[in-house]
């Protein structure tokens, strides 16, 4: 009977644990995005680079979304409206008060800390480094998700001599 109840009980342990994880770690939950962004043409036909949108990845924690006038740069109200769903999208808000209320799609566990400065700029890193598709997006993600997982950050680490220790990313 001993055996039994000993595996019973691994069974038990690891049933919980998964469960655990999966409780902590985010990821497949349904985004729906106000505008259906295209990576894939503003960096190629328009020739952009991450950094004119993502403005905060080498001074802060955050790499931060664009807001409404990085858009309206390029994008001419008067001469464009009407020519396409999603840029009359970007028109009401255009005409609003209200930015345009992306929301966050690419994270990490809740209880991990990652700061973007602290790769980008002290690491050296370039984006793509650890956003590797997003170039080749040519709409957003339907669904939250992970950017990276333990491992691969840990292989990094190792790689650089780097700290590896559980306390430095779980805060
Ligand atoms: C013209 C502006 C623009 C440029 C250039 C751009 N992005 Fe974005 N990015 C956006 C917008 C708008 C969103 C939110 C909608 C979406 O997910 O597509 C976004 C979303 C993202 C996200 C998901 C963020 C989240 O909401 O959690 C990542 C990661 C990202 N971009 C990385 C990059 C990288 C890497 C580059 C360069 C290779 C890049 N972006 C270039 C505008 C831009
Ligand atoms: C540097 C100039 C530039 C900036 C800044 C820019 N765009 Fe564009 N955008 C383009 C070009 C070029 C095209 C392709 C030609 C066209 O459709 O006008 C395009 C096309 C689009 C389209 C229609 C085509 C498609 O398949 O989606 C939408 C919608 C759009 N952009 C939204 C945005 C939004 C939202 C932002 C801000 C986050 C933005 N753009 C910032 C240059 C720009
Ligand atoms: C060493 C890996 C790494 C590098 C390099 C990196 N990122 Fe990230 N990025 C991440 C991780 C991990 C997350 C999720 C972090 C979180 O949830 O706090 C993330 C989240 C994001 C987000 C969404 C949330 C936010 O921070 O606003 C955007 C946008 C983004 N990255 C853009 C960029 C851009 C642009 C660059 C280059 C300038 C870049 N990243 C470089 C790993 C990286
Ligand atoms: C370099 C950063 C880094 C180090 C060091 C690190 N972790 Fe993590 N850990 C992560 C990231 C990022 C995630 C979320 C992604 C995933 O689950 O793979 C994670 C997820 C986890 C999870 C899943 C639950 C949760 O917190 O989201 C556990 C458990 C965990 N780590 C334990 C450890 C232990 C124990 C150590 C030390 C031996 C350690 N980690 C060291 C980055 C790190
Ligand atoms: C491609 C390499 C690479 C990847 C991938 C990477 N890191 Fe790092 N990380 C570095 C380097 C290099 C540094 C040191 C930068 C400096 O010189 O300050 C660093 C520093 C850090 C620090 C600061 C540690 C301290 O000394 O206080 C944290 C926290 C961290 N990383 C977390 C993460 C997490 C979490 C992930 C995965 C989501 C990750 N890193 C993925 C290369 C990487």
Request: aromatic letters at 6%.
């Amino acid at each position: 009977m001993r055996p039994f109840f000993t595996v019973l009980l691994i069974v038990i342990v690891l049933g919980a644990l998964v469960t655990l994880v999966k409780a902590l770690v985010p990821g497949g939950v349904p985004v729906d995005q106000p505008i259906a962004f295209n990576h894939a043409l503003h960096l190629g036909d328009a020739g952009m680079e991450c950094g004119q949108c993502h403005t905060d990845a080498a001074t802060s924690r955050f790499a931060g979304l664009p807001g409404k006038e990085v858009c309206l740069d390029c994008h001419d109200i008067d001469e464009e409206e009407g020519s396409h769903p999603e840029k009359d999208k970007l028109f009401a808000y255009a005409d609003s008060d209200d930015e345009i209320p992306w929301e966050r799609v690419a994270l990490t566990a809740p209880d991990v800390f990652f700061s973007h400065r602290r790769h980008v700029t002290a690491g050296g890193l370039d984006c793509l480094h650890c956003h590797p598709d997003q170039p080749l997006l040519t709409r957003p993600p339907a669904t939250t998700g992970l950017v990276m997982a333990m491992t691969d950050c840990i292989a990094c680490h190792e790689e650089r001599s780097h700290t590896v220790d559980c306390l430095t990313c779980h805060r």
